[in-house]
């Protein structure tokens, strides 16, 4: 039986509320194209987020810093055309909210109006508590960002492990109850110890999603390119291949380009 577009229960934050209250767990990941949204809203992924890893994985640049609103906003709506029921989430790009609270909302609104999306994500904790509220006012649902906050890069110097240290673990905790009184709906905590992460978890009654934070949080996030096997060079710990894609894709391309020079593509089924 085919499923009707008006039939699909669509994800929004009280239902990821919802979830964490029953125990379930979330699962999201990125998108930032049409055709990959659209196959993984299919297959029951409940938050895509469009995030400013399109920079990396779609821009090749070695950092995130370079993505434009504008940019993400071509991301974003490509996504959101594709997508029934998954709640999809775009990250504000770095320079596009830290500047005022009233360009944060600024940056915000045009996300909202101009992709369609249905919240936002921004990176930090106290520094960025006047952005938050100010964006939460104009009634658009803000998710937050503590830990490795990969805007910062060149503040940590690199990109391992944060927060393992007593005092940046206490900023981290405060910061993610901050962030939950000012009325975020969930939080992303990246590559922090996973006894940390539970602990936030249990603190906040606000869903906690994790990207090496280990499993005790309420959901997970991967960026899909890696978890697809598709860009074979970030091989963290915390990630998980579910497919190799790029051996599918590259051994596809190899016999199509030795099916042209062959003369074997098109056959006689293969024309008009
Ligand atoms: O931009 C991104 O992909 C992210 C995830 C790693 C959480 O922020």
């Given amino acids: 039986m085919s499923v009707h577009k008006s039939e699909i ?5 009280h239902q990821l509320q919802e979830m964490k209250n029953r125990g379930e767990k979330i699962a999201m990941l990125t998108a930032y194209d049409y055709s990959m949204a659209k196959i993984i809203d299919g297959a029951g992924i409940d938050i895509i987020l469009v995030g400013d890893s399109a920079s990396n994985v779609m821009a090749g640049n070695e950092t995130t810093l370079p993505i434009t609103l504008d940019q993400m ?29 009233v360009e944060a909302l600024r940056s915000a609104i ?5 992709a ?5 994500k921004l990176e930090g904790g106290s520094e960025v508590k006047d952005s938050v509220e100010r964006i939460l006012t104009a009634g658009i649902p803000v998710m937050g ?28 905790l405060e910061d993610a109850i901050l962030l939950q009184e000012c009325g975020c709906f969930a939080l992303v905590l990246e590559k922090i110890p996973a006894t940390l992460a539970k602990q936030v978890a249990s603190a906040l009654h606000i869903p906690v999603i994790g990207i090496g934070a280990g499993p005790d949080v309420d959901g997970q996030v991967l960026v899909m390119q890696d978890m697809l096997g598709i860009n074979q060079d970030f091989k963290p710990r915390f990630l998980r291949r579910y497919a190799d894609l790029h051996s599918a894709i590259t051994n596809a391309v190899g016999q199509y380009v030795t099916d042209v020079k062959a003369k074997e593509f098109p056959n006689k089924d293969e024309m008009y």
């Fill in 73 to 101: 906003i071509y991301h974003g709506s490509s996504v959101v055309k594709a997508v029934n029921r998954a709640l999809v989430v775009v990250d504000l790009p770095f320079g596009s909210y830290q500047g005022s609270s």
């Fill in 9 to 13: 229960k669509k994800i929004t934050t």
């Fill in 110 to 114: 045009r996300i909202m109006k101009e």
């Fill in 145 to 172: 960002h503590l830990g490795l906050t990969p805007q910062s890069i060149y503040k940590f110097g690199t990109y391992s492990v944060r927060a393992k240290e007593e005092a940046e673990a206490k900023k981290l």
């Fill in 116 to 120: 369609g999306a249905h919240a936002v």
